[in-house]
């Protein structure tokens, strides 16, 4: 379900809607190529290549998800979904938040590239905000409100 500019000239602000927007694997590949997605029921693994000395050293990060921890940060335009990390050396990254026990995942850059998020009218596309998410077999679904 997408949100269309007549419904929001006719009902004003529709802060009740939510818009589910669907993160494949392809999505997410796309949006970051230096990362190799898992997806399980419940469960997201990360592979990457961390450079060494002389070496590239492949880690994988294992994250449980936490339905309900999301963090939308306005100012850097960054909307993370925080999941439980069942790995313990967690890298330091730009696309990366650690929370607590809780370790999040910049999705905004994949969102961008579903056909959803086109169809939003531009006075919206930057007060949508992550509810919440569900990660499946075949991709990450989300969860998205328009901010007042």
């Known amino acids: 379900m997408g949100l269309f ?14 818009i589910e927007v669907y993160l ?16 399980e029921d419940g ?3 990360i592979q990457m290549e961390t ?3 002389l070496f590239k050293k492949k880690r ?7 339905t ?19 790995t313990k050396d967690l890298p330091k990254d730009d696309i990366f938040l650690v929370d607590g026990e809780l370790f999040g995942i ?6 961008k590239l579903t056909e959803v998020y086109e169809r939003v009218p531009k006075q919206f596309k930057e007060r949508l905000a992550i509810t919440r998410y569900k990660i499946k ?6 969860f998205l409100r328009v901010e007042k």
């Open 68 to 86: 309900n921890s999301v963090k939308n940060d306005r100012n850097t335009g960054r909307r993370y979904i925080l999941m439980r990390a069942l």
């Open 24 to 39: 494949t694997q392809d999505i997410l590949k796309s949006a970051y190529p230096n990362l190799n997605f898992e997806l």
């Open 5 to 18: 500019v007549e419904d929001l000239l006719n009902f004003g602000n529709l802060i009740d809607a939510e």
């Open 60 to 66: 994988e990060i294992r994250l449980s998800e936490n």
């Open 106 to 111: 910049d999705v905004w850059p994949a969102v």
């Open 137 to 142: 077999k075949d991709g990450i679904k989300l």
């Open 43 to 45: 469960l997201l693994k």
């Open 51 to 53: 450079k060494g000395f």
